[in-house]
């Protein structure tokens, strides 16, 4: 159970109720007044979920959460799988929306593919553009990027099957362990809900971490892995403004937040927010805010973090879609801070729509 302090977001920069930050950063307004916008019964959105990526499921229960969630805030909420009915029903005059929720995860969800779609058909939506979401999606590329931007991240290294196969698995084992050490984190270098990651503590558990690995990518990241405590920050832009939610602490039995872990209620335990000096809990989530603006990202984002123990954040991954299930991260967070999630979710929506995004490919 989260531990949803009373002080929570008064110690950790969340958003208040009124839209004030803590963070010290900035601030912009939407181009438009929320006043410019139709009543909300008339304004249809589109939850779009599902697919055929490894997290179908996920994707779906994030889906109708979202939409419960904004049918109790008033508005006029479809939910539409992403199959051969969902152009038809994007352009119909009778069911275009006015704003599409991409809740996808997986493959064509965060790696930009139904952001392009949703581009070429002139439709405004939640989240990052494509170009950003791939570079997201990619986490060498989105480690690159962050590591520039002055945020420490893990050494590691990237590697595509046929490399274990034209060199022989076990020379490239035992030069893995030799030049990272161990112990050592393995996860497919695209993908998300920690699906075919493994903790690798010695040289014998590789070879079983690299099936497991590409089971669901033909490309390896292999990372130091860094002992501390694993945080996962959110952040939300809400008419212009940066919303940084508390940072979330992840305890497991085993110290592996794996998909059992992350979708099963049980032994693992968060703390909102995270058990960290308030100036490390500060820091994780200026971490987050650098992460999401150097990776280009808008509107909804979560970083995660092993806060090391010197204090210092080490960047994992940004994920553009984040999950918005009954256990995921986002949604503790916020109602850990006192925060409606309906309520949020519409503040979101509304934040978007008021900008009259005219978002098409760009060439």
Known sequence: MAD???????????VTDTGATETGHSRSHAEHS??????????KILVVCGGLSHERDISLSSGHRVEGFLEDAGWNVDVHDMDSDLLDFLSSEDTRPDLVWPLLHGANGEDGSIRDVLEMAGLPYVGSRAKASRTAWSK?????????????????VTLPESMFRELGAGKVIDLLVSSLGLPLF????????????????????????????FAYGSVALVEQAVEGTEVSVSVLDIDGEPTILPPLEIETPNG????????????????????????????????ALTAHRSLGLRD??????????????????????????DTSLLPQSAVAAG?????????????????????????
């Open 34 to 43: 929320v006043s410019d916008l139709k009543p909300r019964e008339h304004t």
């Open 140 to 156: 060498p590329i989105a480690k690159n990027v962050v590591r520039k931007a002055g945020i420490s991240t893990p050494h590691s």
């Open 339 to 363: 925060l409606s999630l309906a309520t949020l979710y519409s503040s979101l929506a509304e934040s978007v729509l008021a900008q009259h995004r005219a978002d098409g490919p760009r060439r």
């Open 186 to 213: 393995v996860k497919p270098t695209m993908g998300g809900s920690a699906l075919g990651c493994s903790l690798v503590t010695s040289a014998d558990q590789l070879p079983q971490a690299m099936v497991s690995c």
């Open 256 to 287: 592996t937040y794996d998909y059992e872990a992350r979708y099963t209620p049980g032994p693992t335990e968060f703390y909102v927010p995270a058990r960290l000096d308030p100036k490390v809990l500060r820091k994780v989530q200026d971490a």
């Open 300 to 325: 909804i984002s979560r970083s995660d973090f092993i806060v090391d123990h010197d204090g210092q954040p080490q960047f994992l991954e940004s994920n553009v879609t984040p999950g918005m299930t």
């Open 4 to 14: 949803q302090r009373a002080d929570a977001a008064a110690s950790s920069g969340a």
